[in-house]
């Protein structure tokens, strides 16, 4: 489904991956874990398309075609989707209205009509009810003064509704009390499909015990350096990153 | 012959037309010579530093328009905010239009300044108001007082909510080559009364055209006001809008004004506190383009304890766009427990457009609470990025956070369907259709 090749980024001068090599298949759960400042967030924004990084090698591509010249709204439509660790907050619209415009963006761009307002609202209802949405939640202004979770929670809420093939999670776990964890896991898993595969971006083990990956990949200083099953995870959660540190 | 010296000699011209021996001719004269020895501003002086008026001024511009020109009210229908029930004085060309306006003196006064300046039964009210909060040092203002004659007349009395918005409607027909016009507006507001009040002017074709308008707006005890300015005007138009405004004790006041069009747009606005516990509001957007330009020159002076100003102004500029923002916040002694508050926020989204921003604050009184921020960036990448990110396009992603930032102002106008015109406009303006009504 996704397949990174060789991939090298850099943001001006500073060269952040050097050489990222990455298959996903429909169907399967990535984690990438590494200690900060090691490009976790750099891969997860280069996937996503963001201007400020330069690709100098490498391809990304997404069911067979290459994605890594595109804007980030044209991989958005081809079914990248990226949960920011920061969302950003946007006064005056709401959540409903900014789904809205997201969706019928992307039907404006596959040729296909708006979608029509009753469809629109039964998709609203559907997803935030499988995510404990309130509605009243929804009319709120995207982000504006949402605690941690709820933005959190708010952005899986997207990702019901976009249905995107790549869910990248970018650090979902951060700012999340064990509830909220919960909630935003049990979401992210009903989402899960034979159809779509996500991609787990986390610095600490505990959002796997709830999102269980089939493999976990190691990043540090650029490169990933291991890869396994899910029980890399607890191997890193026990000897710590400088495990991984000294044999690199 | 320059403008200055035609409009000296059209104010002898127009000696011949009015009653040369009431009192209000006094003022006229005073304020005629008020204009002949200062002229017109220049950008020598602080006040006009960023703007010049050189460039309209060199226009051929008639004084006094034709009294004919009428207008179809199928071809101005837009321009109004037709949506809903309004009392309107219409002028067209600086001439009052029966045709076009609905007044009335069911309770309230809502009617044509000409009524008010030469009925004998207005004559009390006039001499207790009319120029009385205007600035009578200032050349323009003087140079409207010397020639006003026509415009809208308020008067609410005592405890009288009005029971719809009044619009001051300001259309220029263009079938003079190139026009000056001077509407005067006086506005009195009632003990415990309530208005609520929407001013345009509109060109309706390219010829140039120059407006330099005074309202003079005096807000009783307890009153309530809430005063639109909209102001997006063709390429042709200049406005100078000077703007005085009296406060009793407990009385509240607000103005807005949307900027989004017009050649040279400058907004004088001044409130003057005299009673304690006032609130002031001072709110604009700003969206302008090409070599537009829109200078803000606020003041709020504080002169009585207790009493509350915010002011908060946003300006988006692209192309070679000019904005200036001068704030002015004046805190006398006796101002004691003021709190005043001032933001500005403003972003570029053109190398070539400016804006020049001045808050200035003058403090005499120790016991206040005053601030003001000023920013002036461009548009968050990361928030770009993160709408892009949910396949929305850059464009509408760039109007989207645009919106949002001015969003503040927006959200408190009262009137619901001018709230929906503004939001029209503004994505008009960004040049973009979203799938729902910003």
Request: overall charge negative; some cysteine; charged content about 25%.
């Amino acid at each position: 489904m996704l397949s990174i090749k060789n991939l090298h980024a850099r943001v001006e001068d500073k060269e952040i991956l050097k050489g990222i090599n990455l298959e996903v298949k429909a169907g399967e759960v990535h984690a990438i874990m590494g200690p900060n400042g090691s490009g976790k967030s750099t891969l997860s924004s280069v996937i996503a398309g963001k201007e400020d990084y330069e690709v100098t090698d490498g391809e990304i591509i997404l069911e067979g075609e290459d994605i890594g010249e595109l804007a980030p709204e044209e991989r958005a439509h081809k079914g990248v989707f990226l949960s920011f660790q920061y969302p950003v907050e946007i006064p005056g619209v709401s959540v409903t209205n900014f789904m809205k415009t997201a969706i019928n963006e992307s039907r404006k761009a596959k040729g296909q009509d708006e979608m029509p307002a009753n469809e629109m609202l039964k998709l609203i209802r559907e997803k935030s009810e499988m995510l404990e949405i309130d509605r009243k939640f929804l009319s709120r202004s995207l982000n504006e003064g949402f605690s941690g979770g709820e933005k959190k929670r708010n952005e899986i809420f997207q990702m019901a509704m976009l249905e995107p093939k790549v869910a990248i999670l970018d650090e979902t776990d951060s700012g999340l009390d064990i509830d909220a964890l919960r909630i935003v896991a049990n979401g992210v898993n009903k989402l899960r499909s034979e159809d779509n595969a996500v991609i787990v971006i986390t610095h600490y083990q505990r959002l796997l015990d709830y999102i269980v990956p089939d493999f976990v990949h190691v990043l540090y200083n650029g490169k990933i350096v291991k890869s396994g099953g899910k029980e890399l995870a607890l191997e890193l959660e026990e000897k710590g990153y400088d495990w991984i540190k000294s044999e690199n | 012959m320059d403008l200055k010296e035609k409009l000296l000699s059209s104010f002898m011209a127009f000696e011949e037309r009015v009653d040369v021996d009431s009192d209000l001719h006094e003022v006229r004269t005073e304020a005629i010579k008020n204009f002949e020895t200062k002229g017109f501003p220049t950008k020598k002086e602080e006040a006009w530093k960023y703007t010049s008026l050189n460039a309209v001024l060199k226009n051929d511009f008639s004084v006094f328009p034709k009294k004919e020109n009428v207008v179809e009210y199928a071809d101005v229908k837009k321009y109004f905010i037709h949506e809903i029930d309004t009392y309107k004085v219409v002028l067209i060309d600086g001439v009052f239009s029966s045709f076009l306006s609905s007044t009335t003196h069911e309770g309230v006064d809502i009617c044509l300044m000409s009524s008010a300046l030469t009925k004998p039964k207005y004559k009390e009210i006039v001499d207790t108001y009319f120029n009385k909060i205007a600035n009578t040092e200032d050349s323009l203002t003087s140079l409207n007082t010397a020639f006003a004659s026509e415009g809208a007349y308020i008067n609410i009395p005592k405890g009288k909510i009005v029971d719809k918005p009044i619009e001051i409607m300001c259309f220029s027909t263009g079938n003079e080559a190139a026009l000056m016009v001077q509407p005067r507006n006086l506005v009195i507001v009632g003990e415990n009364a309530q208005v609520q009040i929407i001013e345009r002017h509109q060109s309706l074709n390219g010829n140039p055209v120059l407006t330099n308008a005074v309202t003079e707006i005096f807000v009783q005890e307890r009153a309530v006001v809430d005063y639109y300015k909209i102001q997006n005007d063709l390429q042709s138009a200049n406005l100078v809008d000077n703007t005085y405004i009296a406060q009793k004790a407990n009385s509240n006041a607000s103005v807005h004004t949307f900027s989004f069009g017009g050649n040279i747009t400058r907004n004088n606005l001044n409130f003057y506190h005299q009673g304690e516990r006032v609130e002031s509001t001072l709110k604009g957007i700003t969206i302008i383009g090409d070599k537009q330009l829109v200078d803000h020159y606020t003041l709020v002076q504080h002169a009585e304890p207790n009493c509350e100003s915010h002011q908060n102004y946003k300006g988006i500029f692209d192309d070679n766009a000019t904005g200036v923002f001068n704030g002015k916040i004046y805190v006398e002694k006796e101002a004691q427990k003021t709190d005043a508050f001032q933001q500005n926020n403003n972003i570029l989204l053109s190398d070539k457009a400016t804006i020049n921003a001045k808050p200035q604050l003058e403090i005499f009184a120790d016991d206040v609470k005053c601030s003001h921020g000023c920013t002036i960036g461009q548009l968050d990448d990361n928030a770009m990025f993160y709408m892009q990110s949910r396949g929305i396009p850059q464009r509408e992603a760039k109007a989207l956070l645009m919106y949002a930032f001015s969003n503040e102002v927006i959200e408190s106008i009262r009137i619901p369907e001018l709230k929906n015109r503004i939001t029209k406009l503004i994505a008009s303006k960004l040049g973009v259709s979203m799938g729902f009504d910003l």
